[in-house]
């Protein structure tokens, strides 16, 4: 009762309209995610006539159905996965090694190094050239392009440098060095342990923009069982949107079209949802490791 | 399916011990030692393996030595893809797939007449079965650079025609209409009249939409004897005429905007997307009156189907009628490439050439092995049937996956299918009469498919962009709000600040060179 009692009529007021705008956020943010799962178990006659609007209509799991059953996609989550793991790894390490380095201001070179670094951000090459170096280096219709093709980011090098920069202490080094504290040392020892917040938000980053690629996978791939699991959700997706007039069986035409939208929002889903179990995992130090690294300079 | 599927290869295994007849004419091997080519395709997003795993590339490999590498570039890559190949000089052996650009690459392409003159008796049967096939395929210098792949099946030669619900028209006692005030009243009474008996006034008296380009009402300006094609442009005594500033187009239009005011055209023709669209014509209740589609099963639920049937055309008010039919020839004229980085193209010339030589080699390509959804008949002509598809597939997947699908080195021209050697499903004998039907109001003279001059071609598309962007607009504007006589004055103007003039007489050179 106290507490009550103290709230002045004008706190109260602004209780009740913060709480009821940061609701409607709340919801703006979260109906849309909520429909594609809906969506996605509903028939489609009753998605493409609006009638999915709170809860699912006539459920039916025809469109995960045709998702799972699909022999490409097994292959298609084995190549995402690898494709993943190793593109993050490299983009990891190379970045944090990167970020550290010039974070340290006695690397010689270091605003030359960094300028040419930024100078890549602005300008490239373009897809020809690209593709260009790409054939030259031998790597055409080779998965290993998927994982190297950009796997390290100036962006996410300029956040782990400022990072470093704010919370390794030029200090910590003098004093390591002083007990006999090598660079490489230093490194492995003591800056690595108290950068796992940084290394999660790089790791990230990195997972998701790796996962939701397709493009390079496009351009590059030569082989059906190279395809990472968007090219193979979209090749379902186009798949069973396609009229194919061509054959005897009128059933299976109608059907295809009839759970198209369905399909559609299934693959949504099953292509979300390993990034969504990441998440939690990585959650508790990305709000510290953007915070941070969005200090720049 | 997992399981169905791996029922359908060792079905598909075993009845691959019975192999097809080789081809008298054609000799083989085609190279004596084994020779690697690689060619690129563009991969059908249903086939859900590579097609190094597909039975015709084996059984063709070890009947020509002929082994191929392929580079297989997802569909929605394709365009992008072949660009680059070009821009970046890149080439593989040859190319398989729509969108080879070939007026503009021919430098980087190899001519063909003289080894298809040599070696090449299929390709020379196709080109005598199909007089025009050849000019089409030549350009500018007198060579061509590409032979044709796909369907070219007769049936399609008219895409789209009209189906009317007959059961309706004896509910309301309606007869067919012969001409277009009938066809007005008969829109009007399946409107009013309640035909489908649900209390409700849910019908639409014409379903079409604006996102399929099967089910477009731009075909409806036929019934004032003008069209409206993707080219805009009809041809009539060998003159090439721009359509949309005939007279006869604003009457049409006029027409068509009483029809949409008055509700009887789809009221959401201009705004809905396909999935809607499809969602109208796939509901529990039959609510389409007259429905343009390439067939009625494409838009209704199959159990209303019966229910159409093709509506024969009629004279409109100026005396004639005109459907538009498919460009002829059909089929992907762009669609088999050899680029100058092949080694021997004659091999490949004989190759695409043992693929096009009998019925059994083309469609274990085109629809996979011989009675897994193709059989023969007894009287020796042969069908489509699903008898062997699993619960959850479809023959589309079952074709593209156990075979290639029309986007490989094979033409399925007359020789192969149609009327004379196939037999129809039952399904399509409805679309084969409407077809038959509408053909005869196709114009005698046409823009025919082809390729033309470099500067030309790319001229023309670039005014065509602009011509595409108005008139999208205008016939849009008119045919939701009305058009007066002042509006069409403007138009006129407008059109010529267009370079119509222009445009229209790219297209007269174009008609003029392939005549």
Redesign the interface.
């Known amino acids: 009762m106290i507490g009550i009692r103290r709230k002045s009529r004008f706190d109260r007021g602004f209780d009740i309209i913060n709480t009821f705008l940061l609701v409607l956020s709340l919801l703006v943010v979260l109906y849309p995610l909520y429909f594609i799962l809906i969506a996605s178990v509903s028939d489609?006659?009753s998605?493409?006539?609006g009638k999915v609007i709170l809860l699912p209509q006539n459920v039916s799991f025809i469109g995960y159905?045709?998702i799972l059953?699909?022999?490409?996609i097994w292959t298609g989550y084995g190549n995402s996965i690898l494709y993943t793991v190793a593109s993050t790894a490299i983009g990891v390490i190379a970045t944090v090694m990167a970020g550290y380095s010039f974070s340290r201001k006695d690397l010689a070179g270091r605003k030359v190094l960094i300028s040419l670094y930024i100078f890549t951000m602005y300008f490239s090459g373009g897809?020809?050239p690209t593709?260009?170096v790409v054939?030259q280096l031998g790597l055409?219709?080779s998965p290993w392009t998927v994982i190297l093709l950009g796997s390290v980011s100036v962006y996410n090098i300029i956040i782990a440098r400022s990072f470093f920069a704010s919370s390794i202490p030029p200090e910590l080094f003098e004093a390591a060095s002083i007990d006999g504290c090598g660079n490489g040392r230093f490194f492995i020892s003591i800056v690595v342990p108290l950068s796992k917040s940084i290394i999660a938000v790089l790791a990230l980053y990195y997972a998701v923009a790796q996962w939701n690629g397709y493009f390079n996978a496009?351009?590059y791939l030569?082989?059906?069982?190279h395809?990472p699991l968007q090219?193979v959700l979209?090749?379902?997706l186009?798949?069973s949107q396609?009229?194919?007039?061509?054959?005897?069986?009128?059933?299976?035409?109608?059907?295809?079209?009839?759970i198209?939208?369905t399909v559609r929002y299934g693959v949504i889903v099953v292509a979300s949802v390993p990034m969504l179990m990441l998440y939690p995992l990585v959650q508790k130090y990305f709000v510290k490791g953007v915070m941070i690294g969005s200090v720049k300079g | 399916?997992?399981k169905a599927?791996t029922l359908v290869l060792a079905l598909a295994l075993s009845i691959s011990l019975v192999l097809p007849a080789l081809a008298a004419d054609v000799e083989l091997p085609i190279t004596p030692e084994m020779e690697t080519f690689t060619i690129m395709i563009d991969?059908?997003?249903?086939?859900?393996?590579?097609w190094s795993e597909k039975e015709c590339v084996a059984f063709t490999e070890k009947q020509t030595n002929i082994h191929i590498e392929?580079?297989?570039?997802?569909?929605?890559?394709w365009k992008?893809?072949v660009n680059?190949t070009f821009?970046?000089g890149?080439l593989p052996d040859a190319i398989i797939g729509s969108g080879v650009d070939v007026v503009s690459n021919m430098d980087s392409l190899i001519a063909l007449n003289e080894y298809v003159d040599r070696s090449a008796p299929n390709i020379l049967q196709m080109f005598s079965d199909i007089p025009e096939m050849r000019g089409a395929l030549t350009l500018s210098d007198g060579q061509f650079y590409s032979l044709p792949i796909g369907?070219a099946d007769t049936k399609n030669e008219v895409n789209t025609e009209m189906w009317i619900n007959q059961s309706w028209m004896d509910k309301l006692g309606l007869n067919m209409p012969t001409n277009i005030d009938e066809f007005h009243d008969i829109l009007v009474a399946f409107r009013d009249q309640d035909p489908n008996g649900n209390g409700l006034k849910d019908e639409i008296p014409l379903l079409a939409s604006a996102s399929s380009g099967a089910a477009n009402i731009d075909r409806l300006f036929g019934f004032f004897g003008t069209l409206d094609t993707d080219e805009h442009v009809r041809v009539e005594n060998d003159q090439v005429i721009f359509t949309p500033a005939e007279n006869t187009y604003f009457q049409a239009l006029q027409w068509i905007h009483q029809l949409y005011s008055e509700g009887l055209i789809n009221q959401e023709y201009f705004t809905e997307d396909y999935?809607?669209f499809?969602?109208k014509g796939?509901?529990?209740t039959c609510i389409a009156g007259v429905a343009l589609e390439?067939?009625i099963?494409?838009i209704i639920?199959?159990s209303y189907?019966p229910d159409y049937t093709y509506m024969p055309l009629f004279d409109g008010p100026n005396g004639v009628t005109y459907w538009a039919r498919e460009k002829m020839p059909q089929g992907t004229l762009n669609g088999f490439v050899i680029t100058s980085a092949c080694k021997n193209p004659e091999a490949l010339v004989r190759w695409y050439d043992y693929i096009n030589s009998d019925l059994d080699i083309l469609n274990l390509w085109n629809y996979g092995p011989e009675n897994l959804?193709w059989r023969y008949l007894d009287d020796g002509r042969w069908?489509?049937?699903?008898d062997n598809?699993p619960e959850?597939?479809?023959?589309?997947?079952i074709?593209r996956t156990m075979g290639t699908g029309?986007r490989a080195p094979l033409y399925a021209y007359f020789r192969f299918r149609g009327p004379d050697v196939e037999k129809y499903?039952d399904?399509?004998t409805g679309k084969v009469e409407a077809n038959q039907s509408y053909l005869k109001f196709a114009p005698a003279q046409a823009i025919t498919s082809g390729f033309g001059l470099v500067d030309e071609e790319a001229e023309r598309n670039m005014l065509l962009v602009d011509i595409d962007n108005y008139l999208t607009q205008f016939k849009a504007n008119a045919i939701v709000n009305g058009i007066t006589e002042e509006a069409w004055q403007k138009h006129i103007q407008t059109l010529s600040t267009l370079q119509i003039d222009e445009y229209t007489a790219l297209w007269q050179s174009f008609y003029d060179a392939h005549k």
Request: net charge negative; hydrophobic share 40%; charged share 25%.
């Open positions: 489609a006659t998605i493409a006539s159905q045709r059953e699909d022999q490409r897809l020809i593709y260009l054939k055409i219709g496009l351009v030569n082989k059906q069982q395809y090219m979209r090749e379902i186009i798949g396609s009229i194919q007039a061509d054959v005897a069986d009128v059933d299976a035409i109608q059907e295809m079209q009839r198209a939208a | 399916m997992k599927m991969k059908e997003d249903m086939s859900q393996n590579g392929w580079i297989e570039v997802p569909h929605s890559g992008e893809r680059l821009a970046s890149d369907d999935q809607q499809l969602a796939n509901a529990e390439w067939y099963d494409n639920l199959g189907v959804i069908e489509l049937f699903t598809v959850g597939s479809s023959s589309s997947q074709r029309p499903a399904r399509i």
